[in-house]
């Protein structure tokens, strides 16, 4: 499975310089609008001291913003589940939060907090918080309640009975939650940098358009698309490593 899915991942990288040569050539598009993949090639050669600091500023951001969400989402999701109560209180907090525009809060943080690191954190909270949330409590919820009630026959503590059955029934969820979410957080920081930021990729997208610079665009894309598709391979690789006992058991 790992070499069909590493297979699948290589053929992507062959063909993608192969049909973007394909279009410039056929579609007769001038290179201020679609620039063969040489001249952008030649803007990640040359420009590589500034597009490998932009892409770290953006990696911090990001990584802050999701360990915070992680955080946040567990704590939460543990009040939901453990003080069952609550849940009426704060869902509608949620909810609001969840489906206000990101436009709306952006300004808003603009206002507040000005040009720092603190608003695309929390955008990158915001747009990473949900999916995590959303799926712990499901794998919390879905833990056996006849191994509860043995355990609480066994005098078992709340923690005891969190670490030994919840915890177990929630991780297949919350692994799958990273799978979304992690890569959501490269997008994430990329849009918080567009409308708050002198500095990382999104900073770079909106100068590249304002002086129509359209082979360094298409390099932040490449930079971008690869930032993305690596958060996703490391989910995969963690998840094979935590579940690792499935192919042991099968084999």
């Not at 869902?91 to 300004?107: E, H, Q, R």
Request: charged share 10%.
């Amino acid at each position: 499975m790992i070499w069909r899915s590493a297979i699948g991942y290589l053929l992507m990288v062959i063909s993608i310089p192969l049909l973007w040569t394909l279009v410039v050539h056929f579609a007769h598009l001038p290179p201020a609008v679609l620039p063969p993949p040489a001249q952008v090639w030649t803007v990640l050669v040359e420009e590589h001291a500034s597009l490998l600091h932009q892409t770290y500023v953006t990696l911090v951001e990001a990584c802050v913003g999701y360990a915070l969400a992680n955080v946040l989402a567990v704590g939460l999701a543990l009040v939901f589940v453990y003080a069952a109560w609550s849940q009426a209180f704060i869902t509608p907090w949620v909810i609001i939060l969840k489906n206000v525009p990101i436009v709306t809060i952006a300004g808003i943080l603009i206002i507040v907090f000005g040009d720092t690191l603190t608003p695309k954190v929390i955008i990158i909270v915001l747009a990473c918080f949900f999916p995590l949330l959303s799926n712990l409590v499901k794998g919390l919820q879905s833990a056996d309640p006849v191994l509860v009630d043995r355990m609480r026959v066994l005098n078992a503590s709340p923690w005891q009975i969190f670490c030994k059955v919840g915890w177990p029934a929630a991780l297949p969820y919350y692994v799958a939650a990273h799978e979304i979410a992690f890569t959501g957080s490269i997008g994430a920081a990329i849009v918080a940098e567009w409308f708050f930021s002198r500095e990382g990729l999104g900073y770079l997208i909106v100068q590249s358009t304002v002086e129509y610079r359209a082979d360094r665009l298409y390099a932040v894309m490449l930079i971008a698309s690869l930032l993305a598709v690596g958060t996703y391979l490391l989910c995969r690789m963690w998840e094979a490593w935590i579940f690792r006992w499935k192919r042991e058991r099968r084999a």
